[in-house]
């Protein structure tokens, strides 16, 4: 296939996809940090475990809610699927003021996952963001040069690693692929109900390093931060127990090690950022130049009477 060709396929995905790719990058980016949120969350005052539960029962008397979120910092518990505001752990009472960064990792999260409520608008977006890459490949090593198309060229190059690992996690994630190199604990019985599954986090477990508790996948799991990194554990009447790692989830999200993963993300949202940016720029440049007047064109002279 010739280079022309290449470019020209390069150059119509760009344009197709350059909407939803926007979408997808700039919610990562926003996503970027939240590994970083988290883990900061986890660095307040112990929680206790019974005081969690009775406010569990006392907003959720029904057992509705599918789970539960906390931010030891600021000393509140979100309950999941119930639509009662974040509560205040020291108070009991529902907080004065919701978190807007917290509100923000939600939209970006939800749009990010299922962007105008399609999923497959964002898995065909990253597959067409990996095609880019390919072309993009196949068309050569780069003259780096101080231009436009020097500087789309080598960020693409010298940043590759970083930008094609992440869609290809992301599909990873998208077509179930975990590479867990050990099979997931199997069930034990009827499920776990929340305040009891927060019992048996709590006797394991410091609360302040607990993300969330709930129903995720059909089974009852925690997901808890150790030395940086965010486990998965499954909870049933057996007890807690780790789950294999799902490493293109913890490599996506950048939840292997927040300190470093969490960066890394952000220099990969920019990289990808700055690709679609510098491609449309370029050819938006190509497109103005076409439509100018040729240069040996003259102006008609007009005679004197």
């Given at each position: 296939m010739?280079?022309?060709?290449?470019?020209?396929?390069?150059?119509?995905?760009t344009?197709?996809?350059?909407?939803?790719?926007?979408?997808?990058?700039?919610?990562?980016?926003?996503?970027?940090?939240?590994?970083?949120?988290?883990?900061?969350?986890?660095?307040?005052?112990?929680?206790?475990?019974?005081?969690?539960v009775e406010l569990v029962k006392r907003y959720d008397p029904e057992s509705k809610a599918r789970g539960l979120s906390i931010n030891a910092e600021n000393q509140r518990?979100?309950?999941?699927?119930?639509?009662?505001?974040?509560?205040d752990l020291a108070t009991g009472e529902p907080a004065a003021t919701g978190s807007s960064l917290s509100g923000l990792l939600l939209w970006a999260r939800i749009n990010h996952e299922r962007l105008l409520g399609q999923g497959w608008l964002v898995t065909s977006s990253t597959v067409a963001m990996v095609a880019l890459m390919v072309l993009g490949l196949f068309m050569g090593l780069p003259r780096l040069r101080n231009t436009l198309s020097g500087w789309h060229?080598?960020?693409?190059?010298?940043?590759?690693?970083?930008?094609?690992?992440?869609?290809?996690?992301?599909l990873c994630m998208a077509f179930g692929l975990t590479f867990q190199n050990a099979a997931a604990p199997a069930g034990g019985g009827r499920p776990v109900a929340?305040?009891?599954?927060?019992?048996?986090?709590?006797?394991?477990?410091?609360?302040?390093?607990?993300?969330?508790v709930g129903t995720r996948g059909g089974r009852v799991m925690a997901r808890i931060y150790e030395d940086g990194e965010l486990r998965a554990y499954t909870i049933n009447s057996s007890g807690v127990t780790p789950l294999p790692r799902n490493w293109p989830r913890l490599i996506h999200e950048g939840n292997w090690s927040?300190?470093?993963?969490?960066?890394?993300?952000?220099?990969?949202?920019?990289a990808l950022l700055t690709l679609l940016s510098t491609g449309l720029l370029i050819w938006a440049r190509r497109k103005l130049r076409k439509r100018r007047p040729r240069s040996n064109e003259h102006p008609a002279v007009v005679g004197a009477a």
């Open positions: 010739s280079k022309p060709l290449l470019l020209r396929l390069h150059r119509w995905i344009l197709v996809f350059a909407l939803p790719l926007l979408a997808i990058i700039a919610t990562g980016l926003i996503l970027s940090f939240e590994p970083l949120v988290q883990v900061s969350g986890t660095s307040g005052p112990a929680i206790d475990a019974a005081r969690v518990m979100t309950l999941q699927g119930t639509g009662t505001p974040a509560i060229k080598g960020t693409a190059w010298f940043a590759l690693p970083l930008i094609l690992l992440s869609p290809l996690t992301g929340l305040p009891d599954a927060v019992r048996m986090v709590a006797d394991q477990h410091d609360l302040t390093h607990v993300i969330s927040a300190l470093i993963a969490s960066p890394l993300n952000v220099i990969t949202s920019v």
